[in-house]
Structures are given as structure tokens and as C-alpha cells.
């Protein structure tokens, strides 16, 4: 058996991880106030688990739900889907792996004149589009649920509240982030288990840091309650959406969140540019992967 | 019991209000002592207001300690996440109301007044010096509050600075009596000085109030 498609499938789960648990982390500081190894202890449970128990669910896309490929096809799908997200990564820009890897089998579909199942990729286009909209409705009702308990509690009481939250969202956040996008990987060939969850955790380990950093303050200065119900609010569509077995973006859905809350409490200090530019990014990670993985395709 | 050292649980939140209600104690006990300088001052009795300095002295240096060791806590802490900074701020104000306590008892100290010199301002100067003990008492009820509810801590900052104006006008009034009051020009600027440094007390009582508004806007909202 060749290596190449198990090499493929572990580097692309090691940038994954890298470059998506920044968002995570960027929410957890927010809150916690700072970086700690529980968070990291934390993030890597989420992603365990989540791959375990639910990761299936995602295995199809890739592997006959929208087209079939071969295994020559599919190692051209992870090579776009590595290269771009490898790109996106050394950029320090969050990437969705589901945009990247819908855009990834259906280049070579495209180029060598593969059916593929135009109905489910409408299907998943539109749940992209309908995907800002649920986050940010939930992201507003989760945040006056919140407002309205705290409201009654004392300050050093709500200050453990959050604490102890953002520990458990993390939990979650990462968990359905697993579930969504790492069990995309699985529908690939040369994937297993421990090729995809070794190096997901060597990424959150060793390169979660570089996204972050440019990410976290950059979209909007929202108030600790603000960042817990946007990240509650994205986790949960994004697991809503696993049930589904539709692939979508974590960065996307808490984004929408944050955003629809910064509308909504005032006053707010948005970059809207910013924020547009990653609510609106995924036709761009399409695209861009429709066009490498067609390129290398007719090569 | 690792998992408290890392922050998970624990009340960590709990000590820090203890020690900020230690700190404002403190320093709402040294601001008290004030009026009793002035009376003993009045009453001739000068080696016992001495010693009232004294006890300022070690109550400030006490409230130093603390103030230390809360500034110390919040920023190696994952506590109060957030709102460290203002809590920074909080107990750098109520580190001022022990100073200014000290200072101004510090100016009545250094030279010796007659008591006729104090007595025709000692009713006022005591009225005075009630209304800032009253805002150091209020802003106390205010940080208790941290630990109770935010409509405590808003009515008490309220109060704190409803006491702080009438400190304020007091202070006009007794200035302006001062300086019509035939004294030697030394008397009348250490009377003036302390004055000044007393009403910081009150000032610096209402600044940690504004504190506790920005603490309790950014902790519910």
C-alpha cells in the first residue's frame, strides 16, 4: 500500500488542527483571560471525542455522497485540500477545511468529466448561506438568556460562571469541530483512527498559536458573556449541521455570531471588514480549491 | 486538588473580594482617626495626637501590604478574568484613601498648632471629615457588594458619591472661613494642606466608585 494517501490525510489533519483551534482559543482567552494547558488538555478531549463518536456522520462526503473518486482523484483532492489549507495557515488566516474540501473533490470531477451529485452540493451551498443567519439568531437569544441570569447573580459569582463556561464550551466547541470537519478526512483513502487524530493533536500542541494571534482582536471587542454565547451559537449549528451529515465552518458560524451580537448590543466596536471577509470567505475557499484541485488535475 | 491550581474551580474570585474588603477597612480605619487629631489637637492634648499618627501610619502601611498582595494575586491569576485591570485600578484608589489619610495627618503632625487655631474651624472641620468617612464607609458597602449583587454595589457608589459633595462643599466653606481667620500665615497653609489632602480621602473614595461602574458594566454586560 502506497504512503502517500496515509502522509496526505495526517498532514492535512495536523493544519487543520493548527489552523481552526485558534478560534476556539481566541474565545477561550477572551474569557479565562489567558492560554493554559487545561485549555489545551480540554480542546484535545473535545477532538478525541468528537471524532470518535460522531465523526462517521461526515465520512460520505467524500466518498460517494457528491462524487466518487478514485484513488488517484482523491490523492489529487488532498493535495489541493493540504496546499490550501498549508497556504491559509502559513498566512495565520483561518481556513474551513468543509469549504476546502468540497472545492477539493469537485475539481477533479470537473476536469476529467466525473458525474457528481449537483443537487447535494446545492444542498450544502445553501445550508452555507442559511448556517450565519441560524448562529446569529441563537448567538442573540443565548446572549439575553445569559444577560438575564447573570443579572441576578453576584459579580465574583458570574465571574465563576464564566470561567467554568468557557471551559465547558470549549469542550464542546472542539468537539463539534472534530465531528463536522475532521470526519470529512475520513472519507479519504488512507485514513484511520490514529492517521487523523495524532496529528490533529501534534497541531493543536505545537501551531495553534499562529492563528490566533491575528484573529482574536481583529473582528470585534465583545464582552466575555459575547464571546461565550457566539461560540455556543456556532458550536451548536455546527452540530446541527453534523446530523445532517452537511459539512460547514466553525470560523463562519461563530463569526456570524459575534457579529450579529455586535449589531445588536451597543454601543459595539466592529471590523466589519474583517468580519465580512470571514463570514463571507467560503465561495472564495470554494473557489480557490475548485481551481487547484482542476489545475493539478489537467496536469 | 490540582485542578484548583489551574483555576478550573475554586474561589479564587472569594478571595480577592476578602482582600478588598481587608484593604478598604483599612483604609476607612485610618481615615476615621482623623477627627480624633483634630480634637485632641483642640484639646491641647498633642502627644496623644501624635500617637493617633502613629496608628495611621502603621494602618497605612498595613493597607500598602495588601494592596501588594491583591495587585500580586490578580496578575498571576486566571480570577476575575477580564476585569483584572479595574480591579488593578480598584485597589490602587483604595490604596489612596490610606495615603491621603496618612498625608493629611502627616500635615497636622509636623507642626505644632495652637489650639486656638483649630478650635473656631472644629466643628466644621469635624463635619468635614464625617462626610469622608461616610464616602470611604459607603464605597466599603459598595465592595461588599461585589460579593452580593449589582444593585448593592450601584446604591452604594451612589451614596459614596453623595457623602464625596458633601464633603466637597463642606470643604468650600471651611476654606473660605479659614482664610478670613487672623492666624500666622504658616497655620492658615497647614490648615489649608491638610484640607486639601483630607478631602483627597473622599476623592479618592469616589474615583473607586467609577471603578466599581466600569467593574459592573463590563462583568454583566
Given amino acids: 500500500m502506497s504512503l502517500l494517501p496515509l502522509i496526505l490525510v495526517g498532514a492535512t489533519s495536523f493544519v487543520f488542527a493548527a489552523n481552526n483551534i485558534g478560534m476556539i482559543k481566541t474565545s477561550f482567552q477572551s474569557v479565562t483571560g489567558r492560554g493554559q494547558w487545561i485549555y489545551l488538555f480540554i480542546a484535545i478531549s473535545g477532538l478525541v471525542l468528537g471524532f470518535i463518536v460522531e465523526g462517521y456522520k461526515l465520512r460520505g462526503l467524500a466518498s460517494g455522497d457528491v462524487v466518487s473518486l478514485n484513488a488517484y482523484e482523491a490523492e489529487i483532492a488532498m493535495i489541493t485540500v493540504l496546499s490550501v489549507m498549508s497556504v491559509f495557515t502559513f498566512l495565520r488566516l483561518p481556513a474551513s477545511l468543509s469549504n476546502v474540501v468540497l472545492g477539493a473533490i469537485l475539481g477533479p470531477a470537473m476536469a476529467l468529466g466525473i458525474s457528481y451529485d449537483a443537487y447535494r452540493v446545492l444542498y450544502v451551498i445553501a ?8 448562529s446569529g439568531l441563537l448567538a442573540i437569544l443565548l446572549y439575553s438568556a445569559y444577560r438575564r441570569i447573570v443579572s441576578r ?13 468557557a471551559l465547558a464550551i470549549t469542550l464542546l466547541s472542539s468537539y463539534t469541530l472534530s465531528a463536522n470537519n475532521l470526519g470529512l478526512l475520513l472519507g479519504f483513502p488512507g485514513s484511520g483512527l490514529l492517521i487523523i487524530l495524532i496529528p490533529a493533536i501534534l497541531g493543536v500542541l505545537l501551531l495553534s498559536n499562529t492563528v490566533v494571534s491575528t484573529l482574536g482582536w481583529r473582528m470585534a471587542m465583545l464582552s466575555q458573556t459575547g464571546y461565550l454565547a457566539a461560540l455556543v451559537s456556532g458550536s451548536f449549528t455546527l452540530w446541527l449541521y453534523t446530523q445532517f451529515s452537511i459539512p460547514a465552518s466553525l470560523t463562519q458560524t461563530v463569526v456570524s455570531g459575534m457579529m450579529a451580537l455586535s449589531i445588536y448590543s451597543r454601543p459595539s466596536i466592529v471590523n466589519y471588514r474583517t468580519m465580512f471577509e470571514l463570514v463571507g470567505s467560503w465561495p472564495f475557499f470554494l473557489l480557490v480549491s475548485i481551481m487547484v484541485a482542476y489545475s493539478i488535475s489537467l496536469l | 486538588m490540582k485542578i484548583f491550581r489551574l483555576g478550573i474551580s475554586g474561589n479564587g474570585e472569594g478571595v480577592i473580594l476578602n482582600q478588598l474588603l481587608s484593604h478598604t477597612e483599612l483604609a476607612m480605619k485610618a481615615s476615621v ?12 492634648r ?13 494602618l497605612e502601611s498595613e493597607a500598602d501590604e495588601i494592596h501588594r498582595d491583591t495587585v500580586e494575586k490578580l496578575s498571576t491569576g486566571v480570577f476575575f478574568a477580564g476585569l483584572g485591570g479595574d480591579l488593578m485600578n480598584l485597589a490602587e484608589k483604595i490604596d489612596g484613601i490610606a495615603d491621603s489619610a496618612k498625608d493629611s495627618a502627616r500635615t497636622l503632625i509636623f507642626r505644632r498648632l495652637e489650639p486656638s487655631e483649630v478650635i473656631p474651624l472644629k466643628d466644621e472641620l469635624c463635619t468635614f471629615l464625617s462626610s469622608c468617612e461616610d464616602a470611604v464607609s459607603s464605597l466599603s458597602e459598595a465592595v461588599k457588594g461585589i460579593g452580593k449583587s449589582r444593585e448593592t454595589v450601584i446604591s452604594h457608589v451612589k451614596e459614596t458619591e453623595m457623602h464625596e459633595e458633601s464633603a466637597d462643599e463642606t470643604k468650600n466653606r471651611i476654606l473660605e472661613r479659614l482664610y478670613q481667620i487672623q492666624m500666622p500665615v504658616l497655620s492658615t497653609i497647614q490648615l489649608r494642606d491638610f484640607i486639601f489632602q483630607a478631602d483627597n480621602v473622599a476623592d479618592f473614595a469616589e474615583d473607586a466608585g467609577d471603578i466599581l461602574y466600569i467593574l459592573v458594566a463590563k462583568g454583566y454586560y
Wanted: proline letters at 2%; zero cysteines; a negative charge.
Fill in chain 2, 46 to 58: 498633642w502627644d496623644e495626637a501624635r500617637k493617633e499618627y502613629d496608628i495611621i501610619d502603621s
Fill in chain 1, 153 to 165: 447573580m453576584a459579580l465574583t459569582s458570574v465571574s465563576i460562571f464564566n470561567r467554568v463556561s
Fill in chain 1, 127 to 134: 445550508a452555507w448561506l442559511f448556517a450565519p443567519l441560524t
Fill in chain 2, 33 to 44: 482617626r482623623l477627627k480624633g487629631i483634630i480634637e485632641l489637637i483642640a484639646s491641647s
